[in-house]
């Protein structure tokens, strides 16, 4: 049974930082796709970063340079530097796992979610 449980989120000013954390398991995910996503209120859930099973990483134009994604195999754990961050990235925050190396281009894609935790920026 694949879990996905993400931790880290909470309430700063804007200019801060967080690290969020997405523990896997059920499976190895070092091989595989796996991402973050947000959904802010009354907003659709969109793509934040993604690295793919090569190691390879994106970003969402709204964060680049302010955010990095990155993965600990040896802990089966994907995490989410979030700097400078802005109200406007205020949102629900996910991680999904896509079982395959290279990334869906829809959301609909990934195989499995967690259950999302709260990142709140205040001005």
């Known amino acids: 049974q694949v879990q996905l449980v993400e931790s880290g989120g909470g309430s700063v000013q804007a200019g801060g930082s967080l690290r969020l954390s997405c523990k896997a398991s059920g499976y190895t995910y070092s091989t595989y796709c796996m991402g973050w996503f947000r959904q802010a209120p009354g907003k659709e859930r969109e793509v934040v970063a993604k690295i793919n099973g090569y190691g390879s990483t994106s970003y969402a134009d709204s964060v680049k340079g302010r955010f990095t994604i990155s993965k600990d195999a040896s802990e089966n754990t994907l995490y989410l530097q979030m700097n400078t961050l802005k109200p406007e990235d205020t949102a629900m925050y996910y991680c999904?796992?896509?079982?395959?190396?290279?990334?869906?281009?829809?959301?609909?894609?990934?195989?499995?979610w967690g259950q999302g935790t709260q990142v709140t920026v205040s001005s």
């Open positions: 999904a796992a896509y079982l395959g190396r290279l990334c869906p281009s829809s959301l609909s894609g990934y195989n499995y």
